[in-house]
C-alpha cells in the first residue's frame, strides 16, 4: 500500500519536479545573474536524475529539465510577439512555449543518450560519456534548421578562470567542461572509490592546467596603431523606431551625436537609419562627406536593395574614409523571413501580424576597411553563432556587432546578448565593438573583459581607443569541427560500449 501510495510522489519529485526546477535555476548562471556555481549545481542535479535512468526516463527528464531552463530564460519573445508583433496574448503565450519545448528536444537526446549509456563504468560514464552527449546535442541545437544556440552552457564560464578555455575550443567546448565538472561532482557524492579518487585528481589538477594554458590574450598580437572609436548609442524605443514623425529626429539625431566624437571609426547599430539606403542619398552623402573631411570611417545600419531586386537587405554601410558594405547572412527564422507556405502568410495578414521577409546576404563578402583596419562584421543575433563570427577570421583585427535590443526591452535579453559578444571576443583573441539601439553597448577587450559600457534606454557616447589584433587561436584555425568530432566519436564509442556491456 505504501508503495502505491509513493509512486506517484516519487514520479512527481524525481520526473517533473526536480528537472524543472534544476533547469529553471541554472538559468542564475547567465548573465545578468552570472552565478556560475549554481549552474554547475543545477547541472550536478541533472546528471544525478540521469545516474540510473534507462534512455526513455532520461529523455523524459532532460526534457523537462529543458522546459525549465529555456522557459525561465527565453520568456523574453513574448514581449516582441505580443507587444510589436501584434499578436494576441494567448498566441504569443504558445508560440513562447513552442520555442521552449523545441529547444527542449535537444536536452532531451543528451538524456536519452545517457539513458543508453547507463551500464558503463560509473567513472567514465560521469567523466566522459554524458559530456560527450550534451555537447553533441548543444551542437546540434546551434546547426540543425539555421541553429539557436541561446543559452549554450557555456556561458555560464565568461566571468571565471576557466575562460582562458574559450580560444581552444568555442563555447560548446566551455559547456562540456561544465558538464565533466558536475559528473566530478557527483562522484565526489556518490561514486565508487576509484571515481572520487579520479575526481580528487581531475579538481586538483585543473589549475595546473589552466597555468599550463595560455591566457587568451596571448593568443593573438597586436596589429598596426590604436584605432580611436565611437559607439552611437541612439536610443529609439521600438514603438517609435518605424514612426514617421520620428524619422527626421532620428536621422538629426545620429548626424549630430557624430559631429561630437573625433574618432577613426564611428559606429551605429542596426538599422539605426529606419529606411532604405536609396530613399535618403542625399543624407548619406552628407554624413560621408563630413567623415571625409575628418579622415573618418561611420558604419551606419541601414537597409538596402541590389540593382533592381526587390528584397530588402539588412546592412552595414561603411561611409567616409572607409569603404565596403556588410550584408546579415543568418537571419531570425520567423522574424527576418518567414519559412511559411503562402497560406500561413495569408493567415497572419488577417491576424494583422507583421512579417517580413529579408534577402539573405553572400556567404562571402568584401570585408569593410578603416585605413589599415580590417573589421569583422555580424549584425544581431548572428555574434551567438561562432562559425559565423569567424568567416571574418583571422583576417579581421576588430571584430564589430549592431544590435537591435529594443524588441526585448524591459527583460534579461540584452545582458544574456553582451554576454555572447564577450565570448565571441574570447574566441577570436580581438577586442569587439558593440553599437545597441537602446543599449547595451559595449566595448569589450579580448579578453572578453567589458572596457566601457552604456546603461539601456538612454542616448549614450562610448569613445575608446581599441588595439587592433593579429593571429590565430585554436578555435579560429579550427572552429567547431574538433568538438564536432569529439562528440561524434565519444558518443558512438559510448552506445557500442554500452550495448556490448548490455549483451554480455
Known amino acids: 500500500m505504501a508503495r502505491i501510495v509513493l509512486r506517484p510522489l516519487r514520479v512527481a519529485l524525481f520526473d517533473l519536479l526536480l528537472p524543472a526546477a534544476f533547469g529553471a535555476l541554472s538559468v542564475q548562471g547567465f548573465a545578468p545573474y552570472n552565478h556560475a556555481a549554481v549552474a554547475w549545481l543545477c547541472m550536478a542535479g541533472l546528471v544525478a536524475l540521469w545516474w540510473r535512468s534507462g534512455a526513455r526516463r532520461g529523455a523524459w527528464r532532460g526534457f523537462v529539465f529543458g522546459l525549465g531552463l529555456f522557459g525561465a530564460g527565453l520568456h523574453w519573445p513574448f514581449v516582441s510577439i505580443h507587444y510589436y508583433g501584434n499578436a494576441p496574448v494567448p498566441l504569443a503565450v504558445v508560440l513562447v512555449c513552442l520555442l521552449a519545448a523545441y529547444l527542449s528536444l535537444f536536452p532531451m537526446l543528451a538524456g536519452a543518450l545517457a539513458g543508453a549509456m547507463r551500464r558503463l563504468p560509473r567513472t567514465a560514464w560521469a567523466l566522459v560519456f554524458v559530456p560527450a552527449s550534451w555537447l553533441l546535442s548543444e551542437l546540434l541545437r546551434g546547426w540543425f534548421m539555421t541553429g539557436f544556440p541561446w543559452l549554450s552552457l557555456g556561458y555560464v564560464l565568461v566571468d571565471t578562470p576557466l575562460t582562458d578555455l574559450a580560444p581552444l575550443g568555442g563555447v560548446y567546448f566551455l559547456g ?28 586538483a589538477l585543473t589549475p595546473v592546467f589552466l597555468w599550463w594554458v595560455p591566457p587568451a590574450i596571448d593568443w593573438t598580437a597586436p596589429s598596426g596603431e590604436p584605432l580611436r572609436t565611437a559607439i552611437i548609442q ?58 571625409h573631411a575628418k579622415d573618418q ?122 554576454e555572447i559578444s564577450r565570448l565571441r571576443a574570447l574566441e577570436a583573441g580581438r577586442p569587439l565593438l558593440r553599437a545597441a539601439n537602446t543599449g547595451i553597448s559595449a566595448v569589450i577587450g579580448p579578453t572578453g573583459r567589458v572596457l566601457k559600457r552604456s ?36 558518443t558512438a564509442l559510448g552506445l557500442a560500449w554500452g550495448r556490448r556491456r548490455r549483451n554480455i
Open 234 to 291: 541612439g536610443n529609439f524605443p521600438q514603438a517609435v523606431k518605424w514612426d514617421r514623425n520620428w524619422f527626421q529626429p532620428t536621422l538629426d539625431r545620429y548626424r549630430r551625436l557624430t559631429r561630437q566624437v573625433d574618432a577613426d571609426l564611428v559606429v551605429w547599430p542596426e538599422v539605426a537609419v529606419p529606411t532604405v539606403a536609396r530613399n535618403v542619398p542625399d543624407y548619406l552623402q552628407a554624413v560621408s562627406a563630413a567623415a
Open 297 to 418: 570611417t561611420v558604419l551606419v545600419g541601414v537597409m538596402t536593395q541590389h540593382g533592381d531586386s526587390d528584397a530588402y537587405y539588412n546592412s552595414v554601410l561603411a561611409l567616409g574614409a572607409g569603404s565596403g558594405r556588410f550584408d546579415k547572412r543568418h537571419l531570425v527564422p520567423f522574424g527576418e523571413y518567414f519559412p511559411l507556405p503562402d497560406f500561413a502568410k495569408r493567415w497572419l495578414d488577417q491576424l494583422d501580424m507583421p512579417y517580413s521577409n529579408l534577402g539573405r546576404g553572400a556567404d562571402h563578402q568584401e570585408p569593410i576597411r578603416t585605413d589599415d583596419t580590417e573589421l569583422g562584421l555580424s549584425i544581431c543575433f548572428e555574434d551567438a553563432f561562432g562559425r559565423e563570427v569567424r568567416r571574418a577570421l583571422p583576417a579581421a583585427d576588430v571584430l564589430v556587432n549592431v544590435t537591435n535590443d529594443a524588441w526585448f526591452i524591459g527583460t534579461v535579453a540584452a545582458a544574456q546578448h553582451l
Open 176 to 203: 562540456a567542461c561544465v558538464m565533466a565538472a558536475a559528473g566530478a561532482l557527483l562522484l565526489l557524492l556518490a561514486g565508487s572509490v576509484t571515481g572520487r579518487l579520479v575526481s580528487v585528481m581531475l579538481i
Open 455 to 490: 546603461n539601456q534606454l538612454e542616448i549614450a557616447i562610448l569613445e575608446a581607443t581599441v588595439q587592433p589584433r593579429s593571429g590565430v587561436t585554436p578555435y579560429v584555425r579550427f572552429g567547431n569541427t574538433p568538438v564536432w568530432f569529439a562528440a561524434l566519436l565519444l
